[in-house]
């Protein structure tokens, strides 16, 4: 931004102001079901078509549809018969139900939860809070409840968080060989998908799960099988009850939930609880130390003031905050992904 072309003309600002629109454009597409369609049809549909068999009207897919080809999510064919649409092979792979990639969970968290929260960003700057209240009348003062308000809020969190780990789960967890720990406990892991990663990805490893029983409950019944026996379960709040011991504790976007102190204090309790030798992996999206980026990270930490009561961190920040719990040999490796790793050792 401020090259001469844009000072002549503001396409950058232009491009700012609408990219909302870009956004909910792709939410709209995904909710209307419409790469799914597309992709179990096996063939290009004309606009007409798609509107009839997902019950929408024939001018508002039509142009649906257009905007996805401009946004390169759909590709389009000029026939005799007339316009013919099919997906392309990023939507596919992410845009689909069926994909193991699958990014819809987290879009639709996206667009029914995290958009309604930013409209009140303003207010969020202003006072410094997140607007759970505002948005959805339940109280600020404890995120998670408002995040878990229902079940049905909660179980699409946890969909769309597991939606996050089937792309950068692999990365985060081998940015360091952590074979050497067999036992390891999963703070806060929520669906499991990162769990399930790491047995994948250690085969001599166990994980346990560590969240609130009704996360617990939800994770058993709807995304851990029965028969993965190198995962278990261990219910409470790992800022009012005990945590059990391991040799590896995994945060995986829990930090940036809170604020320092909360941070010192949970980290103080890992460090209480970990084995001698042990060690701690935070999985967090890192800031640059000069504040020049990464984008995405800082449009994440408006997010956690806009929902939490955190913020992102740098790796500085970070290995601070691990050391003031007693933590040493402190590493940090960037996947360049959204998000990294840091480890702590005890």
Same mark, same amino acid.
């Given at each position: 931004m401020g090259s001469t072309e844009d000072?002549?003309?503001?396409?950058?600002?232009?491009q700012y102001s609408s990219g909302f629109l870009v956004s909910k454009v792709m939410f709209t597409a995904s909710e209307l079901g419409v790469f799914d369609l597309l992709l179990e049809s096996g063939e290009p549909l004309s606009s007409d078509a798609i509107a009839a068999r997902l019950g929408t009207s024939t001018t508002g897919m039509e142009r649906l549809l257009d905007a996805c080809v401009g946004l390169k999510l759909l590709a389009v064919e000029l026939t005799? +018969?007339? &316009?013919?649409? %099919?997906? =392309? @092979?990023?939507?596919?792979?992410?845009? =689909?139900?069926?994909?193991?990639?699958?990014?819809?969970?987290?879009?639709?968290?996206?667009?029914?939860?995290?958009?309604?929260?930013?409209?009140?960003?303003?207010?969020?700057?202003?006072?410094?809070?997140?607007?759970?209240?505002? !948005? $959805?009348?339940?109280?600020?003062e404890d995120p998670f409840g408002a995040m878990y308000r229902s079940e049905e809020e909660m179980l699409k969190f946890m969909a769309g968080q597991n939606s996050v780990w089937s792309i950068c789960g692999r990365d985060v967890l081998s940015a360091f060989d952590l074979s050497p720990f067999r036992q390891i406990c999963d703070?806060?892991?929520?669906?499991? &998908?990162?769990?399930?990663?790491? !047995?994948?990805?250690?085969?001599?490893? =166990?994980?346990?799960?560590?969240?609130? *029983?009704?996360?617990?409950? #939800? &994770?058993? +019944?709807?995304?851990?099988?029965?028969? +993965?026996?190198?995962?278990? $379960?261990?219910?409470?709040?790992?800022?009012?009850?005990?945590? *059990? @011991?391991? +040799?590896?504790?995994?945060?995986?976007?829990?930090?940036?939930?809170?604020?320092?102190?909360?941070? %010192?204090?949970?980290?103080?309790?890992?460090?209480?609880?970990?084995? *001698?030798?042990?060690? !701690?992996?935070? #999985? @967090?999206?890192l800031l640059n130390e000069d504040k020049s980026g990464p984008l995405e990270t800082q449009l994440y930490s408006m997010n956690m003031l806009v929902q939490t009561e955190g913020k992102e961190r740098t790796a500085a920040e970070y290995s601070k905050l691990l050391e003031a719990a007693g933590f040493g040999e402190v590493q940090v490796k960037r996947t360049g992904k959204l998000y990294d790793a840091v480890l702590g050792r005890k």
């Open positions: 000072l002549d003309y503001p396409q950058t600002i232009l005799q +018969e007339g &316009a013919l649409y %099919r997906n =392309t @092979e990023i939507s596919n792979i992410y845009l =689909t139900k069926s994909s193991p990639k699958s990014q819809y969970h987290i879009m639709m968290y996206y667009s029914n939860t995290v958009y309604l929260c930013w409209h009140y960003l303003a207010d969020a700057v202003r006072e410094g809070r997140n607007q759970y209240e505002r !948005v $959805f009348g339940v109280s600020s703070l806060g892991g929520g669906g499991g &998908a990162l769990a399930q990663e790491c !047995v994948s990805l250690y085969p001599n490893s =166990t994980v346990t799960i560590y969240d609130l *029983p009704k996360v617990v409950q #939800v &994770a058993k +019944e709807q995304f851990i099988p029965p028969e +993965e026996h190198r995962i278990t $379960f261990h219910e409470g709040d790992f800022f009012n009850n005990s945590i *059990p @011991e391991a +040799e590896l504790y995994i945060l995986s976007k829990i930090l940036h939930d809170w604020d320092d102190d909360k941070c %010192r204090q949970l980290l103080a309790k890992v460090y209480k609880a970990c084995k *001698p030798g042990g060690g !701690v992996l935070l #999985v @967090e999206s």
